[in-house]
């Protein structure tokens, strides 16, 4: 992911930031971004651990869901930027993050013996960056 560049030749900085996985590849992802030595056959080499920490990690159950959903999968997983590189960018009405809630009270309608709520959220989500999220098929 840091090694891209654009058309123009110029590095884009794109650093990795979050590995989504499935909860399958959890531990692997654990042993692999906490130990603190990975062993090697060669004695001569350094046993560190390079990726320790390199990585925020989360899980998501339904990648893996395969009676819910289609086109899940138990080995692959995806690899995101940073927010500034925005790979998927969503925006907020008036900057309101949070939904809007109504209440109208008993006395709205004096027939209805019954309160009445609304609630809307006003949001919008769109793709960024193409280049700032990497799906690995894992096989």
């Known amino acids: 992911m840091m090694a891209q560049r654009d058309d123009e030749n110029r590095n884009l900085d794109i650093r990795p930031r979050t590995l989504l996985l499935p909860p399958e590849l959890q531990q692997s992802a654990k042993e692999l971004l906490q130990s603190d030595f990975i062993q090697r056959a060669n004695?001569?080499?350094?046993?560190?651990?390079?990726?320790?920490?390199?990585?925020?990690?989360?899980?998501?159950?339904?990648?893996?869901?395969?009676?819910?959903?289609?086109?899940t999968s138990d080995k692959a997983w995806y690899l995101f930027a940073g927010r500034q590189d925005a790979a998927l960018i969503v925006a907020f009405l008036q900057g309101k993050q949070s939904p809007t809630v109504e209440f109208f009270g008993f006395d709205a309608d004096p027939n209805k013996l019954a309160a009445t709520w609304r609630v809307y959220h006003d949001f919008g989500s769109a793709l960024g960056d193409f280049r700032a999220a990497y799906k690995a098929d894992g096989e």
């Open 43 to 71: 004695n001569d080499e350094p046993t560190g651990n390079a990726l320790k920490n390199i990585v925020s990690l989360e899980v998501e159950p339904r990648l893996s869901n395969s009676a819910r959903f289609t086109g």
